[in-house]
């Protein structure tokens, strides 16, 4: 089965703790993507990738690294320096190429909190 | 910076009735245009993609664009109770998304 799948499931963290959160593809994808969302709000970009071995920040990604070594694979670090990282994360892939043919799917998420 | 807006609801429809969720963007050369569905606690669903003006079906889903109003939206005909969930609008341009934080539909039984 193609997807996206997303690891843990949920994950706790304490005060002061860097976590990694793992986002795996298996659907020939060039771009991968990782988003935050907190309640009542949209999906905010955290940082997206088009190629391996190169990426770009979005809109939130202070407190948080990633790293593209692999097409398949876009984990997510969420360092110390985040302040605020309870969250639902999401990971999304793509083609790249076209003007607009760029549908993102998700994986099913991590649900992060700080303890 | 690029705001996309939804009437965030909740918006309460009876089963079988007609549900309409509207959506309008700011940035004038948005490309490409989504509507996702999200249940609670569960990751946005892709349900329909339209990149030119006019309606695109897809079953009991009909989204309509008009580029030159800048508004997107999105109607499910024949409503199900199953429908119930947040639909989110998002709008591309190039190889981001912004989206919108999203409508509660409620479909009573």
């Known amino acids: 089965d193609g997807g996206i799948t997303q690891s843990p499931k949920y994950l706790f963290r304490k005060e002061g703790q860097n976590v990694t959160l793992s986002c795996e593809q298996n659907?020939?994808?060039?771009?991968m993507y990782w988003y935050r969302q907190d309640p009542g709000q949209g999906l905010r970009l955290i940082y997206y990738s088009q190629i391996v071995n190169d990426f770009q920040k979005g809109d939130i990604a202070e407190g948080y690294s990633v790293s593209r070594e692999k097409k398949e694979s876009f984990p997510l670090t969420v360092t110390s320096a985040q302040k605020n990282p309870t969250a639902f994360y999401l990971c999304?892939?793509?083609?790249?190429?076209?003007?607009?043919?760029?549908?993102?799917?998700f994986g099913p998420g991590t649900r992060l909190t700080v303890l | 910076q690029k705001e996309v807006e939804q009437n965030s609801g909740p918006l309460s429809v009876p089963e079988g009735a007609i549900a309409s969720l509207n959506c309008t963007y700011s940035d004038r050369g948005s490309q490409s245009f989504f509507w996702y569905r999200q249940y609670s606690g569960k990751s946005p669903e892709l349900i329909m993609s339209?990149?030119?003006?006019g309606d695109k079906e897809d079953g009991r889903f009909t989204a309509q664009l008009n580029k030159a109003s800048q508004y997107v939206s999105l109607l499910i005909r024949d409503s199900q109770p199953s429908d119930s969930a947040t639909y989110l609008c998002?709008?591309?341009?190039?190889?981001?998304?912004?989206f919108g934080t999203g409508t509660s539909l409620t479909v009573i039984p």
């Open positions: 659907l020939n994808h060039d771009a």
């Open positions: 999304a892939s793509s083609i790249v190429g076209g003007l607009a043919y760029n549908e993102q799917f």
């Open positions: 998002a709008v591309g341009t190039g190889n981001q998304f912004y």
């Open positions: 339209i990149y030119s003006n």
